[in-house]
């Protein structure tokens, strides 16, 4: 149901721009996310995006990272700015929600000089 893309190396200070596509219907009821995770840790809520539009971000990426949609194409993006390291990790999409989606492969971001 999840498609994530987007991810790769790119050296800190750098920006990437991630992109998921739902293959269901009914996208644009749904509220958003973006997760990630580090190698020896737990998947976390990165951002989130609600069904109108409104939007959160945790405190490590405010200011760095904007979440976004397009209903039309069934897709959520994470515009990521300002890469440090500590960002490196496999990024997901899914619902903001109890019930979520089967989990997509995720994409890979790795920061590194």
């Known amino acids: 149901y999840l498609e994530e893309s987007g991810g790769g190396l790119v050296q800190p200070g750098g920006s990437l721009r991630l992109s998921c596509v739902y293959s269901?219907?009914?996208?644009?009821?749904?509220?958003m996310a973006w997760y990630r995770q580090a190698p020896g840790k737990q998947r976390e809520l990165v951002a989130n995006?609600?069904?109108?539009?409104?939007?959160n971000y945790i405190d490590a990426v405010q200011g760095r990272f904007t979440i976004s949609r397009d209903n039309a194409k069934n897709t959520v993006y994470l515009q990521m700015n300002s890469l440090k390291p500590d960002d490196t990790a496999v990024y997901y999409c899914?619902?903001?929600?109890?019930?979520?989606?089967?989990w997509g492969r995720g994409t890979q971001v790795t920061v590194s000089s």
């Open positions: 899914n619902r903001n929600a109890k019930i979520q989606f089967t």
């Open positions: 269901g219907n009914r996208f644009s009821l749904f509220d």
């Open positions: 995006i609600f069904s109108g539009g409104t939007t």
